[in-house]
């Protein structure tokens, strides 16, 4: 299974402003696997409905092997960015494929939520627990 692993700091992701930028963080050192995440990424934002039944045809259109596409793809998924659509989906037409998905963003926004949530202090009850969090690590 490849991992998941991105360049998660708070400097670099100030300084995203474009596309190749977070392909960088997302894909941190694997220039061929940041232009496949492009690749997908474009190639489903300006397809009809943003959705794409295949994303084999992509390696052969932008020259990469058909392994790199399956792992980026499986760690797009995995990450919540897209998702797979069952031919059994009304919302789809019926239709098997490839579309985003809001899981990515909407984690991102839950650990912003949880990070502001832990810094509160609530009662001695809490601060108890917090302070015995050291004997269980």
Not at 70 to 80: D, I, L, N, P, Q
Not at 98 to 112: C, E, I, K
Request: proline share 4%.
């Amino acid at each position: 299974m490849p991992a998941t692993k991105i360049e998660f700091s708070c400097n670099k992701i100030a300084r995203i402003k474009d596309l190749d930028e977070l392909a960088a963080l997302l894909f941190p050192g694997s220039r061929d696997q940041q232009k496949v995440f492009l690749a997908i990424f474009v190639e489903l934002k300006y397809a009809r409905g943003q959705f794409m039944p295949y994303l084999r045809p992509l390696s052969e259109k932008y020259d990469f092997t058909p392994r790199i596409l399956e792992t980026v793809r499986s760690k797009m998924r995995r990450m919540g960015i897209i998702d797979h659509v069952s031919r059994f989906n009304k919302t789809h037409g019926y239709k098997e494929g490839w579309v985003f998905s809001n899981r990515f963003s909407h984690s991102l926004a839950r650990l912003a939520e949880l990070t502001r949530d832990f810094k509160e202090r609530k009662d001695a009850l809490q601060e108890r627990k917090n302070r015995d969090l050291f004997r269980y690590l």
